[in-house]
């Protein structure tokens, strides 16, 4: 959630920034309802110490108060009622405001509307040549059976799939190899987190309210299934105060991730890019806030060590305020070249959240014995995508023969060095 101190003191950067993002921010309604309610707060304030100086008075004089006294006291305690509910009606009403406006990019966020304006910033080794044509993940699928799509339709429906045999076998090859790197290397803790949380839990992340109908919500608990594991691991500290040498918090979790994925039908819903459910590792920070811009840094070369590891071209892309998450300041997005489908997939999304998180789930730190708290500031990246990483390499290690080697890295892990 934005700052309203921060819209108050620089209202039309805070505009312009939100313009960038697309947005028609209501910049002055904002103002205008902080100034009723600190008017509001100052009357109140007022009114509590006139009843005070009134109370110590009549205490002072040991006497009874008058009958004036008591109807002025009943007429100052009936207008201090009526300032708290106005308070509370404002405050709402601000709420509402600000809980839907997202976060405001950095300075150094490319401007733009869409996807079009997006930069590549880094590139790894191109692609390599081939001299034969590399057969498309889901016909490699079907022809090898290591995923079927028929049976998950049946059984729940369009886009969602079934792993079988060497093919979930390297999904779990891919998720176990990653969180080893991830907590061995990298030095993140590993959370197991619930797949289900709380409507507080799926607002704290920016998820509710803007985009609940891009989610799958159980009314009767009101328990939202995750779209993906930064939403429970941003809500751990909710509340609570991290005292001082406990930064960076650096967490790794590996869950499944659901999301209604409403796009029109065709190429992109082949197959398993684009799924109603499907795995992911997730990799989540809370920093110091003068941290945040090298800890991105740090959690993109994470994710490029991967994809180094398995040999994959790669390329690196800064996201244009348009296309950026709605919690998010600054994002990359990191792509892996798929020769099969002749596309650049993206597996992980890295973003610095900077303080937006914190404020809705109350989240801070005390950066030293006896200091003031602040806001932490949070991060998140995939550590990676697994259905696209097991796209990836399929095609990428697929050989004239038809079958599709194991990368050695996974190999430990495989228990076998091909399929096909």
Not at 221 to 231: A, G, K, N, Q
Not at 264 to 273: F, P, Q, V
Not at 319 to 335: N, P, R, V
Request: proline letters at 6%; a negative charge; charged letters at 30%.
């Amino acid at each position: 959630m934005l700052s309203i101190e921060q819209i108050i003191n620089e209202p039309e950067i805070v505009r312009q920034k939100l313009v960038d993002r697309g947005e028609d921010p209501p910049i002055e309604e904002m103002i205008e309802l902080d100034a009723r309610r600190r008017a509001l707060v100052h009357e109140g304030d007022e009114l509590r110490a006139k009843r005070n100086e009134v109370s110590r008075g009549i205490g002072q004089s040991g006497g009874k108060p008058s009958p004036e006294q008591i109807a002025e006291m009943r007429s100052v305690g009936d207008r201090i009622k009526v300032i708290e509910t106005e308070q509370e009606e404002i405050q709402q009403e601000l709420h509402d405001l600000l809980i839907v406006l997202p976060n405001l990019p950095k300075d150094t966020v490319p401007v733009g509307p869409d996807e079009d304006s997006n930069v590549i910033v880094r590139e790894g080794p191109p692609p390599g040549e081939r001299d034969f044509d590399v057969e498309p993940n889901w016909d490699f699928a079907d022809r090898t059976g290591i995923f079927d799509l028929a049976a998950g339709a049946k059984m729940s429906g369009a886009r969602f799939y079934v792993l079988k045999g060497k093919g979930a076998a390297l999904q779990r090859a891919l998720s176990d190899w990653m969180l080893d790197v991830h907590t061995r290397e990298h030095g993140y803790i590993e959370i197991a987190p619930p797949f289900m949380v709380r409507s507080e839990t799926m607002t704290a992340s920016g998820n509710l309210p803007k985009f609940a109908d891009e989610l799958f919500h159980d009314e009767e608990d009101d328990l939202w299934l995750i779209p993906t594991s930064e939403v429970a691991l941003n809500y751990l500290h909710s509340g609570e105060i991290i005292e001082p040498g406990a930064l960076p918090l650096k967490y790794v979790a590996h869950t499944p991730c659901f999301r209604r994925e409403r796009t029109a039908a065709g190429r992109d819903t082949r197959g398993i890019k684009r799924v109603h459910q499907f795995e992911k590792v997730e990799m989540f920070q809370f920093v110091d806030p003068d941290q945040s811009g090298g800890v991105l840094d740090g959690m993109v070369d994470d994710a490029i060590d991967l994809c180094e590891r398995l040999g994959l071209p790669w390329r690196l892309l800064a996201l244009a305020t348009g296309d950026i998450s709605f919690q998010s300041a600054q994002t990359y997005d990191l792509e892996v070249w798929s020769p099969g489908i002749e596309e650049w997939l993206e597996v992980s999304s890295l973003s610095n959240c900077t303080d937006f998180q914190a404020r809705r789930s109350n989240t801070r730190f005390r950066p030293e014995e006896g200091a003031g708290t602040g806001f932490v500031h949070s991060l998140n990246g995939s550590g990676l995508a697994l259905p696209r990483m097991v796209i990836a390499i399929l095609e990428n290690y697929q050989q004239a023969d038809g079958t599709v080697s194991i990368p050695e890295v996974l190999r430990p892990y495989t228990g076998f060095d091909s399929i096909g």
